[in-house]
């Protein structure tokens, strides 16, 4: 299918690794250039490289903290005016919820909630000015059904959810559209530390925690990014300007819902 994106330009946060390098692949081959950031600077280099060179669009890495202000100031003076804005940050720690005090809340609003926020009151306007836009924010499926161990992600995720509910709706008849993509259990980074905390927590090895939270996936394993990413460059497209404000969940069918 012809995404019908070719030639546009998009911000991908977090893109040097993981789902946000899956989502910021699946644009390039569908011919968007590409402004991406990390804090990682070797692989954020090695990925903007990668891409450039595979799908033979321009990709501009910048190295940054997108979650610290001065950081996100300077992504957003080299990003410009973009088509598509997909958010993406590292989730806050697992624990329990008599461990976390106000800073801890307070670093998992920044990341997981005012920072995706703050990037759509910079671009959003320009796309409503232009009468075209996609947003897409990744954000998890505990949003729907809370993880318990995830206490800080469910609270700064699901208060994104909100924002989004409202702000949706009042940006889509200028062309934008603004979804929630939720991701499951996926093969990236964040997976293998979580398999760790349950292997801690537990006394399986890591190899055995992994088999029994793949055994609670109905499709019997791991996502992959490239999957994910092309989910993501779907509600990017021309095709998806009737999707406002969805919570779409990318989980292999482990959240057990009726709706």
């Known amino acids: 299918m012809d995404l ?8 991908v946060t977090a893109a040097s690794k993981g789902l946000g390098r899956g989502c910021a692949e699946a644009l390039a081959a569908a011919g968007v250039d590409l402004v991406i950031c990390a804090r990682g600077e070797a692989a954020l280099v090695k990925t903007a490289s990668e891409l450039a060179e595979t799908y033979g669009v321009s990709v501009t890495p ?17 990003t410009g005016a973009v088509d598509i ?13 008599s ?3 106000r800073d801890d809340f307070i670093r998992a609003l920044d990341a997981n909630m005012l920072t995706p926020i ?11 000015e ?10 998890s ?6 993880v318990d161990v995830l206490g800080l992600s469910n609270t700064a995720r699901t208060g994104l959810t909100g924002f989004v509910a409202g702000t949706a709706r009042q940006v889509a008849g200028k062309g934008v559209a603004i979804n929630n993509l ?32 793949e055994a609670s996936i109905p499709v019997g394993r791991y996502g992959t990014a490239a999957e994910f990413g092309a989910t993501c460059a779907f509600l990017c497209s021309v095709h998806a300007g009737f999707i406002i404000g969805q919570n779409i969940l990318a989980d292999g069918g482990a959240t057990n819902l009726t709706i």
């Open 62 to 78: 910048v190295v940054a903290d997108i979650t610290d202000a001065a950081a996100r100031a300077r992504v957003l003076d080299a």
């Open 130 to 139: 232009r009468g075209w836009g996609r947003v897409v924010n990744i954000t």
């Open 182 to 213: 939720l991701p499951g259990i996926h093969a990236t980074d964040r997976a293998v530390a979580l398999d760790q905390g349950v292997s801690v927590k537990t006394g399986l090895s890591p190899e055995d925690a992994k088999r029994q939270r």
């Open 118 to 128: 703050a990037l759509m009151q910079a671009l959003v306007p320009g796309m409503m």
């Open 4 to 11: 019908g994106i070719r030639g546009k330009t998009a911000l």
């Open 99 to 101: 461990d976390w005090d």
């Open 85 to 97: 804005l997909v958010t993406n940050a590292g989730g806050p720690p697992p624990g329990v919820w």
């Open 141 to 146: 499926a505990s949003v729907r059904a809370p």
